[in-house]
């Protein structure tokens, strides 16, 4: 059975930084998404299986970075100049794919989800 390990989220002011990371066991392009109140799962950044090409949303991008690291099967997003905007939950996701996909259906797996709150 997949599963997905989320850590690091936290409460932080606006302009702060937070590095998340999701542990999973095996390989598999991965993505990130996040789900605010009373708002739809939007996506944020994904990276293929290799760790080559990436992808982000046009309101994270020079922002936030994803990335991986094969040898410890963790996948990470650190996320700079934080704004209350970015308040939400962040769910990491697996997909039995090579490349990202920026539809949450795509994906297989999911982790449980970890809070990330700005404060202004």
């Known amino acids: 059975q997949v599963q997905l390990v989320e850590s690091g989220g936290g409460l932080v002011q606006a302009g702060g930084s937070l590095r998340l990371s999701c542990a999973v066991s095996?390989?598999?392009?991965m993505g990130w998404f996040r789900q605010a109140p009373g708002k739809e799962r939007e996506f944020v950044a994904a990276?293929?299986?290799?760790?080559?090409?990436?992808a982000y949303a046009d309101s994270v991008k020079e922002r936030f970075t994803i990335s991986r690291d094969g040898a410890k099967n963790t996948v990470y997003l650190k996320m700079n100049s934080l704004k209350p905007e970015d308040t939400a939950v962040y769910y990491c996701?697996?997909?039995?794919?090579?490349?990202?996909?920026?539809?949450?259906?795509?994906?297989?797996?999911w982790g449980q989800g970890t809070q990330v709150t700005v404060s202004s």
């Open positions: 996701a697996a997909a039995n794919r090579y490349s990202y996909s920026v539809g949450s259906r795509d994906y297989d797996y």
């Open positions: 095996g390989r598999y392009a």
């Open positions: 990276i293929m299986r290799s760790g080559g090409n990436t």
